[in-house]
């Protein structure tokens, strides 16, 4: 069993930067993704971005790549997503997830899920 719990979400201007942070425990396998996913009100869930938990490659959605970035610290237990240039746009609940998924953006593969933080980007 994999708990995950995010954090850092809040109310950000247009063009400001948050951090949010995935802390995980459990049983994580060295062959899980972590993959970042959020939800604007009325919208699907889209995948955002993804980092391997022992090999540290990174994948990214269209949308954000060169704007975000996700990391992980050296005890493989906390994952974070660094959102710069923010827009309205990226106004959403973001969830991190884990699993042993079958390609980056495979939402459904991943098996484990945070509660969600919520990411307001407003003037």
């Known amino acids: 069993q994999v708990q995950l719990v995010e954090s850092g979400g809040g109310l950000v201007q247009p063009g400001g930067s948050l951090r949010l942070s995935c802390a995980a425990s459990?049983?994580?396998?060295?062959?899980?993704?972590l993959g970042w996913f959020r939800q604007a009100p009325g919208k699907e869930r889209e995948f955002v971005g993804a980092?391997?938990?022992?090999?540290?490659?990174?994948y990214y959605a269209t949308s954000v790549k060169g704007r975000f970035t996700i990391s992980r610290d050296n005890a493989k237990t906390t994952v974070y997503l660094q959102m710069t240039s923010l827009k309205p746009e990226d106004t959403a609940v973001y969830y991190c997830?884990?699993?042993?998924?079958?390609?980056?953006?495979?939402?459904?593969?991943?098996?484990?899920w945070g509660q969600g933080t919520q990411v307001t980007v407003s003037s």
């Open positions: 980092i391997n938990w022992s090999g540290g490659w990174t």
């Open positions: 459990g049983r994580i396998l060295n062959n899980y993704v």
């Open positions: 997830a884990t699993g042993n998924v079958r390609g980056p953006s495979a939402q459904y593969d991943y098996d484990y």
